[in-house]
């Protein structure tokens, strides 16, 4: 049976956001839901052309927009920072959710910042079905509230100096009360905090000036393993271009972790980790802030995933 023909308005030649989208649908004739449904699949952007394949690894990944995400299990985590701290060997840590990897696949220097990390965690359930739409299987999620116990456990064991940077002056303090009382054994080489001060940046800014503050303080302090927990894309700016002289064996960035630890070491009930509900748990905590993330931003990232299934299958095709 041949298709039924579809007819399309001429598009102007603009980048579509998800609302626009859906007024241009509204306004292209089209004569079923087949048509309406291939002109929001296919004519939607002018979007960005597809990242260059991300680099080879020695770990297994999936690469989601570009990005390189770790595809292992906690077990895997804990023996590879283990390892590290055996040999001094340094391990880069950082995590990847849907509004990272969409603002990586558009923005080329943080995408390169994000791969130059040894591993790249699955933060969320959006990044793991991005995965299975991508052929490929994350064993499972390993955001920050995943990892905190049996991560702080570990380096507790293995009395390793941890060194704490993020937050506002004194919240990083008192995480590291909360961890070395909850953790016996772990030893803090220092902390201090990742808000910018007076003539180091300006709004949403970091400068030299204040990464050359930060890399001084953890430097003095010679830790084994370095939590930098302050807004992407600056701290993987931070740790890929200020620190590869540092003799720190394992870093991991951690966006707000500090000011969770702070408070209490599982930022979520348990009940809410073990059904998976997470980012419901935030939205009904932060609505105004997280509802477009949530809404357009993931819908945005589905449409990418899309592309890129739809793109990897041609190629395989033309094989």
Known sequence: ???????????????????????????????????????????????????????????????????????????????????????????????????????????????????????????????????RMLGRRIPRRLANDDIVEPLFAELARREARVFLLGSAPGVAAAAADRVTASFPGLRIAGHTYGYRTPGEGLDRQYTPAAFERMRAEIARAKPD???????????????????????????????????????????????????????????VQEPRRLTNRYTVELADFGRRVLRQRRARRAADQGH
Do not use: K
């Open 1 to 131: 049976m041949s298709p039924v023909p579809v007819t399309f308005r001429r598009l102007p030649l603009l980048h579509l956001s998800g609302e626009a989208c859906v007024d241009t649908a509204r306004d292209v004739a089209v004569r079923d839901v087949v048509g309406v449904r291939e002109l929001i699949s296919t004519a939607l952007p002018l979007e960005p052309s597809a990242p260059p394949a991300p680099p080879l690894s020695p770990y297994p990944c999936v690469d989601v927009l570009g990005v390189r995400v770790s595809a292992i299990d906690l077990d895997r985590l804990l023996a590879d920072i283990g390892d590290a701290l055996d040999g001094r060997r340094r391990l880069r840590v950082t995590f990847a959710n849907p509004n990272y990897l969409v603002a990586a696949h558009d923005d080329a220097g943080l995408r390169e910042r994000i791969n130059a990390f040894d591993h790249v965690l699955s933060d969320g359930h959006g990044v793991m079905l991005a995965a």
């Open 225 to 283: 393993f370095l939590v930098v927990s302050i807004p992407t894309p600056y701290q993987q700016r931070f740790v890929v271009d200020y620190l590869d002289g540092l003799d720190v064996p394992v870093v991991m960035t951690g966006g707000a972790w500090i000011d969770h630890l702070a408070e209490r070491l599982q930022y979520y009930p348990s009940w809410v980790v073990r059904l998976g509900l997470c980012w419901a748990y935030r939205w």
